[in-house]
Antibody, heavy 119, light 109 residues
Framework: QVQLQESGPGLVKPSDTLSLTCGVS?????????WGWIRQPPGKGLEWIGY???????HYNSSLKSRVTMSVDTSKNQFSLKLSSVTAVDTAVYYC????????????WGQGTLVTVSS | QSALAQPASVSGSPGQSITISCTGT?????????VSWYQQHPEKAPKLMIY???NRPSGVSNRFSGAKSGNTASLTISGLQAEDEADYYC?????????FGGGTKLTVL
């Protein structure tokens, strides 16, 4: 059974780059599936950030595209998110999730990690 | 893309049925059968409950069902139980882009 686990700093300074990694266990990241990031500001709804295939192909939310970079490390079975020039509005719980190939839903999710942007 | 419209809250008594609506446009919900629903308990990750409008993943109770009419999708929960109290999010997938609804808080009275 696939398990996902987010890791990274819980506190990031304004204007810095937020960096998170999602470790995948029980499943090969080099499958046909896509690997995504979704965030949720405190007390608010879900926002899709983007997703990546092990081949390196990506799709990003157009509203965040200029600040987002995703990458995959197949040797470590993990994928990563970088969000640059962060501000307080980027404070959120960040989830990584698995999206089956050619489908529009996320069937497995990590537990989420809270990232606070503050000086 | 704009977020899908959901009621902020719904409520029902144990044993009753409730329906949560999710309204989009003719370009998203109305155009494709790629609507999914997620359940989120407090401080927990979302859980997929319905995909492709009507399908339930393995392990999801058959008390949960989905439907779509025009630009509006819906999630019905029958035989409400206390454990169903949670936030529910719809999502539509168009042009490689998932869009979520604003979420609906379900209270079991």
């Amino acid at each position: 059974q696939v398990q996902l686990q987010e890791s990274g700093p819980g506190l990031v300074k304004p204007s810095d780059t937020l960096s998170l990694t999602c470790g995948v266990s029980g499943y090969s990241i080099s499958s046909s599936d896509w690997w995504g990031w979704i965030r949720q500001p405190p007390g608010k709804g879900l926002e899709w950030i983007g997703y990546i295939h092990y081949s390196g192909n990506t799709h990003y939310n157009s509203s965040l595209k200029s600040r987002v970079t995703m990458s995959v490390d197949t040797s470590k079975n993990q994928f990563s998110l970088k969000l640059s020039s962060v501000t307080a509005v980027d404070t959120a719980v960040y989830y990584c999730a698995k999206k089956p190939a050619a489908q529009g839903w996320f069937d497995s999710w990590g537990q989420g990690t809270l990232v606070t942007v503050s000086s | 893309q704009s977020a899908l419209a959901q009621p902020a809250s719904v409520s029902g008594s144990p044993g009753q049925s409730i329906t949560i609506s999710c309204t989009g446009t003719s370009s998203d919900i109305g155009a494709y059968n790629s609507v999914s629903w997620y359940q989120q308990h407090p401080e927990k990750a979302p859980k997929l409950m319905i995909y492709d409008v009507t399908n339930r993943p393995s392990g999801v109770s058959n008390r949960f069902s989905g439907a779509k009419s025009g630009n509006t999708a819906s999630l019905t929960i029958s035989g409400l139980q206390a454990e169903d109290e949670a936030d529910y999010y719809c999502s539509s997938y168009t042009a490689n882009t998932p869009v979520f609804g604003g979420g609906t808080k379900l209270t079991v009275l």
